[in-house]
């Protein structure tokens, strides 16, 4: 587990920063408040921080406080490390959203046992976190967390001028799939067809199951060849090898269709419908292909 120390007395961190890296945690440091600030509004912040009290700038209590106003996921338990013992004292600093304190100058055991409750308290909210945004059949996103992921990156397309593509991807002939072989290998057909497309995507990008044998992908900052490139790749990923079921090996190809924005032209709903109009198109097309929504932002892209 990633642990964050702020603390401006630099022997107080090194001897922290020591005394954790032994107990096996990866530990990140700050000097201060702020630096510590923009440390925990990364993706990758740390789940756990310890925050001296008192320090220049922002001090562990103004920390704490913006955190919890922040109140986005996931959780980090915070730990204010403290010279200051009047009741009236920790009261306030729990009030600013610290999960637990510490004295200072600490000792071993007493940090040890708050370490690994704090530890408990991060796996519990990450657990509870990934039943609530992921679908249990496949681990992609669910509807709700997708829908969300697309619903942000559109208000900053809009805000940045940049692009935003969503891809709605069906898979064919699922129903016979279940009808003929069974929702076991209904099922596996879902979990792989989930892997496969994640392989074709790029780290930055998200997708998720939207419902039955539906996809959504988000392609952030993505122009139309670069989402008519993850399509097809996705297409090509899905297609390439049948996939392995208890009933045997199954063939699976895919039906999308693609939608691209650029500023603040549509919404996630306006971006979504439009990509099931051009998956129904595909579908009537002859399934197995990738067509283009109408009412995409297709500036010089040209498909021949």
């Known amino acids: 587990m990633r642990v964050l120390i702020a603390d401006d007395d630099p022997a107080a961190r090194l001897l922290l920063e020591g005394t954790l890296t032994e107990w096996g945690y990866e530990v990140v440091t700050a000097r201060d408040g702020s630096e510590a600030w923009d440390l925990l509004r990364r993706a990758d912040a740390p ?13 562990g209590v103004d920390v704490c406080r913006k955190v919890r106003q922040e109140g986005e996921a996931p959780y980090v338990y915070l730990i204010l490390l403290t010279g200051k013992a009047r009741t009236e004292d920790v009261v ?23 370490m690994r409750a704090g530890r408990r308290i991060v ?27 697309l619903e942000r990156e559109a208000v900053r397309a809009g805000r940045e001028g940049t692009s935003v593509g969503v891809i709605m991807a069906d898979l064919d002939h699922f129903k016979r799939i279940n009808d003929t072989l069974g929702h076991q290998a209904g099922d596996a057909v ?7 497309i994640e392989l074709a995507l790029r780290p930055y990008d998200a997708h998720g199951r939207y419902g039955g044998e539906e996809f959504l992908v988000v392609l952030p900052g993505c122009e139309m060849p670069c989402a008519w490139a993850a399509a097809e790749r996705i297409r090509h990923t899905l297609a390439e090898a049948h996939v392995a079921t208890p009933s045997g090996m199954t063939p699976v190809t895919a039906s999308m269709g693609m939608a691209i924005v650029h500023g603040a032209g549509r ?19 002859g399934r197995n292909r990738v067509e283009v929504a109408l009412g995409s932002d297709l500036g010089a892209f040209s498909r021949s």
């Open 47 to 59: 789940s756990l921080a310890i925050l001296d009290w008192m320090m220049p700038g922002l001090d």
């Open 92 to 114: 306030r600093g729990m009030e600013s959203g610290a999960d637990d304190y510490v004295g200072k100058p600490f000792d071993e055991q007493e940090l040890k046992v708050r």
């Open 123 to 149: 796996e519990l909210h990450d657990a509870l976190r990934i039943q609530a945004t992921r679908d249990a059949l496949t681990g992609a996103w669910n509807r709700r967390a997708i829908f969300d992921i």
């Open 190 to 196: 879902l979990r792989e067809a989930s892997r496969r």
């Open 267 to 285: 919404d996630a709903e306006g971006l979504i419908r439009l990509a099931d109009e051009a998956l129904y198109r595909a579908k009537r097309g």
